[in-house]
């Protein structure tokens, strides 16, 4: 704060005063250092600052995930049927996206985010929003984006709507979304690739898109989950119980016993069914026999001489 404060009273004079031109390089230097300044405190937001009155810049990403294929390329194209605006639905449509910058195509979508292009013409899907536009999911490993105010058209009720798109990626390290590097002043167009996902709500006017992203799988380690008490116990007696059939099958081998006497203690478990269902005749004799009052004997007492 005090080099920016000391920055706007400083004036740059370039003549032959030696003292002056120290002042002008002070302001240079402090001018830097503003930049810097506004840089640094922009990045704890996830914004860059520009210091004027023009517009605050969004940093485009999502912690924990790596986006930068995403962005890279000047916009995404991939081709589906069957879920085209207007003309024939059934129809083969070209999708665009870009992702953090506006879409520069030479139709009526260009300065969009998603935009279809099939026989009947172009349709923005989703405008361009200059905020950050990726979220992380709390229902699967990924992120999505929502691209909103898109072309005016109306939904199933006959109601107007706009456009939009809802955007997700789902976690598969073995989709990496490769950009076409551009080798002039024309923006190239890169394919998605891996399978997809549209499906066109007409009572919403949304189209939702599922992409499978290897920047999609989270780069944070995930929570390790322990066992509760319960499973450890559970998994504790199933281990001793495996190791003692083992050792005594082993032991019982050693001294020569063969066939149905390999096992340790070979007639309980023989008899273990057998005690097991009187167990049970037992058990619903008992729940049988609550609540039933029986009545108790009883005696005349004994009436002396």
Partial sequence: HCCILCCQNLTCITDNDTRKMKHCKVKQICAFLTFIYFLGVGGQHGEIAVPSDGPIISICGIPGYDVSNL???DFWVFAQ???CLGGNATDYCA????????????????????CQQ?????FSIGGYDVTGPFKESNDYEGFYTKFTNGAPTHNS????????????FSCNRDVGWLPIERPGPNPVPS???GQIYVYYNHETCNYLMTFEFAGACSLVPLPVR?????SMLILICLASFILYFSL???YNSLRGKTGRDVPPNAAFWDDLPYLVWDGVKFSYSSIRNIGNHKEQTKYEPIEGD
């Fill in 191 to 193: 394919q998605v690739p």
């Fill in 157 to 168: 009720n006959h109601e107007p709507c706009n456009v939009s798109s809802t955007i997700q």
């Fill in 71 to 73: 962005t890279r390329a």
């Fill in 248 to 250: 005594g099958a082993l």
């Fill in 118 to 122: 099939n026989s009947s013409g172009a």
């Fill in 95 to 114: 999708f665009y996206l870009a992702f953090c910058k506006p879409l520069l195509l030479d139709t009526n979508c260009s300065g969009e985010s998603a």
């Fill in 81 to 83: 049927s069957g879920v």
């Fill in 226 to 230: 322990f066992l509760s008490i319960g």
